[in-house]
């Protein structure tokens, strides 16, 4: 299995996911979504395993380290700050945005305990306790919990109520957030 190996655009989830998908932000982030979902089932490999595979759990860490920080930001300052100002009162979208905001407090919480154990597991390649594959377990259904959510009424919401500059800004804002825009920079003063 290669972390490297993807299609173009959608993608086996288990590499970050692609920049080509930013022409549609949200189909960014729902590929996003998909790729947390994995993340969720290797948490869930790793604490069922006698002996846990190093390269999943340096896979997980390298995830938890470095891209779910970053989808974070593209939601609580990107996406949520839209569908409060596009949403009708009817949509109740606050509640919801309220919810997912206490989840990610939550996450950023318990994301530094299982990057230690991930940490751990890949530079020291034993067996976890039963405390740390709970730890796992738990930070994965949490997730699940949480895109499923996003999934049924953030997404919804915002390819209905989102206009083609709201799009256009999310779009600045995740490429800035990944260092993109640095790069198309010097790629146009070429
Ligand atoms: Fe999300
Ligand atoms: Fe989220």
């Given at each position: 299995m290669s972390r490297h190996t993807r299609g173009?655009?959608?993608?086996?989830?288990?590499?970050?996911?692609?920049?080509?998908?930013?022409?549609n932000p949200l189909d960014f982030v729902y590929e996003d979504h998909l790729r947390e979902r994995e993340i969720c089932a290797t948490l869930d490999h790793l604490a069922g395993a006698d002996m846990p595979d190093t390269e999943l759990a340096a896979a997980a860490l390298s995830y938890l380290l470095d891209e779910l920080p970053a989808h974070m930001a593209d939601e609580e300052d990107g996406l949520f700050p839209l569908l409060r100002l596009r949403c009708?009162?009817?949509?109740?979208?606050e509640r919801a945005i309220g919810r997912l905001t206490s989840d990610h407090t939550g996450v950023k919480d318990d994301a530094p305990r299982v990057a230690y154990i991930l940490a751990a597991i890949e530079s020291e390649g034993r067996a976890m306790t039963n405390a740390e594959k709970s730890v796992l377990v738990r930070f994965g259904s949490d997730t699940r919990r949480h895109l499923i959510l996003e999934n049924a009424i953030i997404l919804p919401f915002a390819r209905l109520r989102l206009t083609r500059d709201d799009l256009a800004a999310l779009r600045q804002g995740m490429m800035r957030r990944r260092g993109l825009d640095r790069l198309m920079e010097n790629a146009n003063a070429d």
């Open positions: 173009r655009n959608r993608g086996d989830c288990l590499s970050p996911t692609d920049p080509a998908l930013l022409g009708e009162p009817d949509d109740d979208i």
